[in-house]
């Protein structure tokens, strides 16, 4: 979710490339729903590992989820590392509308967190 808000909202300032410790093989349906509720389509978006990125240089790092915060020795040495917890809905369990409720509350705070980049990482 925060790769495409990246690219929809920021794509003129911030390449952003979305990468997981332990990635599932496919993207969550749910996710997929509460963005296309949005008009961003991720459909053909695949989860990708870290290690796919390596090689590659980066200026910051930002982590989203509480369950990689931790990692730091995974991630590109040199850039910054910035952490903006977000709950990771896919381990909720509930009826459906609770469980596309909690993965609109993520969706939302992302985009709102997305919202405040370049600005955000100067501070």
């Known amino acids: ?23 599932a093989p496919r993207l969550s349906r749910n996710a997929v729903k509460v ?3 949005i ?5 053909d978006n695949t989860p990708k590992p870290i290690s796919d990125l390596t090689g590659l240089k980066f200026d910051y790092v930002i982590t989203l989820c509480d369950s990689v915060r931790h990692l ?10 910035i952490h903006h917890g977000v709950e990771d809905p ?18 939302d705070q992302i985009k709102e967190y997305i919202e405040t980049l370049p600005e955000e990482t100067n501070g």
């Open 35 to 37: 963005m296309a509720e």
């Open 72 to 81: 730091t020795g995974i991630f590109p040495k040199g850039a910054k590392h």
């Open 90 to 107: 896919s381990g909720f369990i509930g009826t459906i509308e609770e469980t596309m409720n909690k993965f609109r509350q993520s969706r």
């Open 1 to 23: 979710m925060a790769e495409a808000f990246c690219e929809k909202m920021k794509g003129d300032c911030i390449e952003a490339f979305s990468a997981g410790a332990n990635p």
């Open 39 to 43: 008009g961003i389509d991720i459909s």
